[in-house]
């Protein structure tokens, strides 16, 4: 999560809420030769000539110490093996990559130890040409023998992750002290070149291959804005902005990396995390309870003021939870099971009464983004890509007709007591219930489901679906159909699709509920820095 603020009073808080959203970029090429940045789609929003980023305040003020509240604990300050629990934070703060994202783009790199890039317009290869000023903390510079050393040690003892871009290189070399060229032996593997990109570069001088695998509580020697000053195993680590910085000035990072010190507490119970919280033992929480973010805050500091609650919508896909059907199994190949389960969840009732209203749906896997293609027509260039699948693609998905369905939530579908629907919240959909029985194999009156049991069961999946079924009490004898529903059209028979990869963002195998991320920002209550967008941590 990004965070661009001013901290007053004692604290800041903030909630981000998902929205629902899926999209399709088109396809373009990069340009050969050499630049200062690397998109995966089309070209890199920003000219060569940009001074910061967009989201970033370049005179923001330095200084101060925040002190950052983490659930769980760490054995070791290496993040790039698998043995131990590690501080994540070390990557970005202390260790940096080639080049660096730009938060407000799908897929786009900047330079950071490199100055430039070059590449071909096939990606068969990347050559890297390095910052002369780069250095790493203890003063001496980076070097291409730095970034070879590196890759072969990530490929070779590395997270599995690293292993197996890093070996897709079919030759790596140095033609100079500053230039890195890796050549992909035509693996065909358009994002490669900017997964190297992010390859975190380690000092050559300073780490031991035959150790590298072991976890250690000695904070790593990296070229970042931050140096490892104290750490208490377990519980916390300090990290002190490096006043020797090389690359304060870049402007990827004009605006960032602002204070003076950052403590990371660790908490291994949440309920004692926020506990400390409230007795102001630290400066920064992101919530992601409803019922807490709901009624938690009611403490003297929150009512005083000292305790600030605020929404901010960052505009990048959001975090979802999702329900994803598996069409290869034959249950749910028939799209009008997954359209009568959709139809069974009741997401507006389950918002209001389970989660206070913070959620929001989401109708793809770029929840909250500008990349979504829900509810906006499929343009030309988009037809032209979906034309060998349109036949497989509902007219209403490409035209952005498409809607989920909704619900009033309201009170004439309430739950009773013993967890069973009313009566009236039966008469669902008869087409539905036909479809679900053909596929469990029940009698029709055994299967039809009001949004009474969707609310009570599929939330909870505490059962499968054909026991589910077996829950369903039967239509009431004197009764079959609603009103409403006698005069509802039968669904074509044999419809089955097959959803593809290809199909991208159109292709809407999932409906879900997006969860929402809730949080909280703390400061002294004299001011002393303010907030900036930090950069986002490569995991």
Not at 101 to 107: C, V
Not at 230 to 241: C, N
Request: net charge positive.
């Amino acid at each position: 999560m990004t965070v661009c603020g001013r901290i007053r009073l004692r604290v800041l808080a903030c909630v981000t809420l998902a929205l629902g959203v899926t999209p399709l970029a088109p396809l373009c090429e990069a340009k050969a030769g050499e630049s200062h940045a690397l998109a995966m789609h089309g070209a890199p929003a920003l000219p060569p000539s940009f001074t910061h980023m967009p989201y970033a305040r370049p005179d923001a003020p330095k200084g101060g110490r925040l002190v950052w509240g983490i659930l769980g604990t760490f054995d070791s300050l290496n993040p790039l093996i698998v043995r131990g629990i590690a501080v994540q934070q070390i990557r970005g703060f202390v260790l940096e990559s080639l080049m660096t994202r730009g938060n407000d783009e799908a897929f786009t790199l900047y330079g950071l130890l490199a100055r430039s890039v070059e590449t071909d317009d096939a990606r068969s290869y990347i050559t890297f040409h390095l910052d002369p000023r780069a250095r790493f903390a203890d003063g001496k510079p980076v070097t291409a023998e730095d970034v070879l050393f590196s890759w072969e040690l990530l490929r070779d003892k590395g997270r599995p992750n690293h292993r197996q871009y890093y070996s897709k290189v079919a030759k790596a070399e140095a033609p100079d002290p500053l230039t890195v060229r890796f050549d992909f032996g035509g693996a065909g593997d358009r994002e490669l070149p900017l997964i190297l990109g992010l390859m975190p570069v380690l000092p050559r001088h300073a780490v031991d291959p035959a150790t590298f695998e072991e976890t250690t509580m000695t904070g790593p020697i990296g070229s970042g804005p931050y140096r490892v000053t104290a750490v208490k195993p377990g519980a916390s680590v300090t990290l002190t902005r490096n006043p020797d910085y090389w690359g304060r000035d870049l402007p990827v990072n004009r605006g960032l990396w602002n204070f003076d010190e950052i403590r990371l507490d660790f908490y291994r119970e949440s309920n004692g995390q926020f506990e400390a919280f409230k007795r102001g033992l630290y400066d920064f929480r992101v919530e992601r309870e409803p019922l807490r973010w709901h009624s938690g805050y009611d403490f003297p500091a929150a009512r005083s003021g000292e305790v600030i609650r605020d929404t901010i919508k960052t505009g990048m896909p959001q975090p979802s939870e999702f329900l994803v059907f598996n069409t290869r199994r034959p249950i749910f190949s028939d799209i009008r099971v997954r359209q009568a389960l959709t139809l069974l969840f009741d997401f507006e009732w389950i918002n209001r009464n389970y989660f206070f209203g913070l959620y929001v749906r989401s109708a793809g896997f770029f929840a909250g983004s500008e990349l979504s293609a829900y509810g906006r027509p499929a343009d030309e260039r988009e037809r032209e890509l979906l034309k060998p699948f349109t036949a497989r693609i509902p007219a209403d998905i490409l035209d952005g007709n498409y809607r989920l369905p909704v619900t009033d939530g309201g009170p004439d579908d309430a739950v009773t007591a013993s967890g069973r629907a009313s009566p009236g919240a039966c008469y669902r959909s008869r087409r539905m219930a036909r479809v679900w029985a053909g596929h469990l194999g029940a009698p029709p009156t055994r299967v039809m489901a009001g949004r009474g049991q969707s609310r009570c069961l599929l939330p909870l999946l505490s059962t499968t679906f054909h026991r589910l079924a077996a829950l369903v009490p039967p239509l009431p004898a004197n009764r079959t159909s609603s009103p409403a529903e006698e005069s509802a059209p039968e669904a074509s028979p044999g419809v089955k699709v097959s959803v593809g990869p290809a199909q991208l963002s159109r292709a809407l195998v999932v409906q879900a509920v997006a969860a929402p991320v809730v949080g909280v920002f703390a400061a002294p209550k004299t001011p002393r820095a303010r907030l900036s967008e930090p950069n986002e941590v490569e995991m």
